[in-house]
């Protein structure tokens, strides 16, 4: 059953992100830990969420920052970024 998930990291900074939970009855399965670019966000990738279990696999799927879900940028944030 897939999950949504909202982990706070030490910085207050929330990230969001989906998880199909591990396969019933596996203790050797792989997890895949999917990461969006910056023209889309992990909804576009939450189907494969439905195919996991059955390639012992667990997908975790998480939306950057500025993102559904996840803490925007703050403006001096923006500005690092933009001029390094």
Do not use: C, Q
């Amino acid at each position: 059953m897939v999950s949504s998930h909202t982990y706070t990291l030490t910085d207050g900074i929330n990230i969001y992100f989906t998880d199909s939970g591990s396969p019933p009855s596996s203790t050797d399965y792989t997890t895949l830990i999917i990461l969006h670019g910056s023209a889309f966000n992990g909804e576009g990738f939450e189907k494969m969420h439905a195919f996991a279990h059955g390639f012992n696999l667990r997908t975790v799927i998480w939306n950057r920052r500025e993102y559904p879900g996840s803490t925007k940028y703050t403006d001096v944030e923006i500005d690092d970024l933009h001029n390094g």
